[in-house]
């Protein structure tokens, strides 16, 4: 995944942290690189020892459950909450940005998240997973 952006090279943009294990994970994020036409994010695996340095406050088991973006402000948003932060920031992102964001939805688009993460071994494995991660949380 050498071609996403690092903290280390980008100390201050946004960081998305993600399952770096996760074939389905990686897919995801490499996606929403290619939507960061304004390269406002730098990627970093929470399997990475460098995590404890950028979201101290996190645990293993709370990066595991979800995807977090740590902005320039500091306080980590995860899984939906994160989505609907990457919204505003995206470009492309923008014509959902609407629908994430309607009035007392925000339980509904995390039940939906939690759904998909709780899945997404499951996913990499229909797309090829090649790592021993996949069999670990099949």
């Given at each position: ?58 645990t ?6 979800q995807?977090y973006?740590?902005?320039?402000t ?5 899984g939906?909450?994160a ?19 309607i009035p ?29 991660q ?5």
């Open positions: 995944m050498a071609e996403l952006p690092s903290i280390t090279e980008y100390p201050n943009r946004d960081v998305v942290i993600y399952d770096g294990h996760c074939g389905f994970c990686q897919k995801q994020v490499k996606r929403i690189h290619r939507w960061d036409s304004g390269n406002k994010l730098s990627f970093l695996s929470l399997h990475d020892p460098e995590v404890e340095k950028v979201a101290p406050q996190l293993y088991d709370q990066m595991m459950d995807m973006v740590i902005p320039q500091g306080e980590p948003r995860g939906a909450s989505i609907r932060y990457l919204s505003r920031r995206l470009p492309r992102l923008y014509p959902v940005m609407p629908f994430l964001h007392l939805s925000l339980p509904i688009w995390r039940m939906l998240y939690k759904w998909v993460a709780r899945r997404r071994y499951k996913l990499s494995a229909a797309n090829a997973c090649d790592s021993e996949c069999e670990l949380h099949l």
